[in-house]
């Protein structure tokens, strides 16, 4: 099935093809009229005169109806912005001019017609008409009207399809964005990925060199019900804390097989979180940079914590190890890979709704606290 947008038939009235059609209905309609009245005169008969066919009593206004189109047509071709404005509205001056003259050669051929006067005397009724009534310029206002009203439903029509066309630019932009964003976002768990199988697999390294093969299968085979968690996981950005919470436990397996009984984990999670939204892999970058600058920093230090809590329309998330205080000359500690990913990404998603922060706590350990919108997956 093809994606292309199906496209919008205009109404019928809205189509020039129609009013053409219309106009040389009505044209052709107007001109057998006038010449079926006329057909006496026409034909010769010696009875017959042109001073009592509609062609002379019938206002010569009418021919309006046959140059409409030609007029219409030029508007077009003379657009204000195909040419310079200034040749447009000098020609569309000139067109006025040459109709004015079309309407008074009209008028005078009238006269030459009706008082059966040769062509030779054109000039001589051009002079009397300009004598005793004077040269009439509404046929010059009629067409500068005319004119005006054409370059009016013109300009209207293209700001109509310039909005059109903007609305549909915002919505393409829109989803190039969100594209984008998704794109950006995978980049980056990505990235992720391979940051913790690395230091995985150097503990597996490290537990074959001292001979601990069993605890090495063990991380093996967590490491793989790990991955596979990984691979079955939605490809969306978004999950449910719960199934988060889930993927950090098994984590934490493969970690106190390494650790043994240097670690403890506990998780302090109040029950109305768990079906909150969160970035997928937003605490297991957080539990993990713990892991290396805390746990394994000092050998006195055990206790990993992760609490999730609500405050209103806030989702409050702390990642506690009690391990050393935070080194005020080490200003790479919590800019490494997953720290910097993690920030970028709650940027992405939430904007300025989102805090990450890296804190030393009272009295010992540190934490690392991230505050997100509360929303879960029936939330606008």
């Known amino acids: 099935m093809s994606d292309r947008p199906r496209e919008i ?4 009235w809205r189509q020039s093809r129609w009013w053409l059609w219309v106009w040389l209905v009505l044209a052709l309609t107007l001109v057998a009229i006038l010449l079926w009245d006329a057909r006496s005169w026409l034909s010769g008969q010696p009875q017959a005169s042109f001073r009592y066919t509609k062609l002379n009593t019938w206002p010569i206004e009418i021919i309006w109806l046959i140059l409409a189109p030609g007029i219409l047509w030029l508007q077009r071709q003379l657009g204000w912005f195909e040419i310079r404005w200034g040749w447009a509205v000098g020609r569309h001056l000139l067109m006025g001019a040459i109709i004015m003259g079309l309407f008074h050669l009209l008028v005078a051929g009238r006269v030459l017609l009706s008082n059966h006067l040769p062509v030779s005397f054109l000039p001589v009724v051009l002079a009397d008409l300009r004598r005793i009534e004077g040269w009439s310029y509404l046929p010059i206002l009629g067409y500068l009207l005319l004119i005006l009203a054409a370059y009016a439903v013109s300009f209207y ?66 490491l793989g019900e790990l991955l596979r968690r990984s691979l079955d996981h939605k490809q969306e950005s978004m999950d449910a804390l719960e199934h988060e919470l889930a993927f950090l436990r ?3 397996e ?17 029950p109305s979180c768990l079906r909150a939204r969160v970035p997928s892999l937003l605490l297991q970058p957080l539990a993990e940079n713990a ?42 500690l919590g800019r490494g890979i ?6 970028a990404r709650l940027q992405m998603l ?24 509360f929303r879960t997956s029936s939330s606008p």
């Open 9 to 12: 038939t205009p109404p019928f």
């Open 157 to 222: 029509r293209q700001w109509q399809e310039g909005r059109q066309l903007t609305a549909q630019l915002q919505v393409a932009n829109a989803r190039l964005e969100t594209k984008l964003v998704r794109a950006s976002l995978d980049a980056l768990k990505m990235q992720l990925h391979p940051h913790f199988l690395f230091n995985t697999l150097n503990s597996i390294t490290s537990l074959i060199r001292n001979n601990r093969t069993q605890e090495a299968e063990d991380i093996v085979a967590g």
């Open 250 to 252: 098994r984590y934490f």
């Open 254 to 270: 493969i970690e106190c097989i390494r650790f043994q009984d240097r670690l403890a984990v506990e998780f302090d999670i109040d």
């Open 291 to 332: 892991m290396k600058h805390g746990i394994s920093k000092d050998p006195a230090a055990r206790l990993l914590r992760i609490s999730a809590r609500r405050d209103g329309t806030r989702l409050l998330l702390t990642v506690y190890n009690d391990g050393p205080a935070l080194p005020k000359a080490d200003t790479d």
């Open 338 to 343: 997953g720290m910097a990913n993690t920030r």
């Open 350 to 373: 939430y904007g300025d709704e989102a805090r990450l922060w890296l804190r030393d706590n009272t009295p010992h350990g540190v934490r690392a606290e991230i505050i997100l919108p």
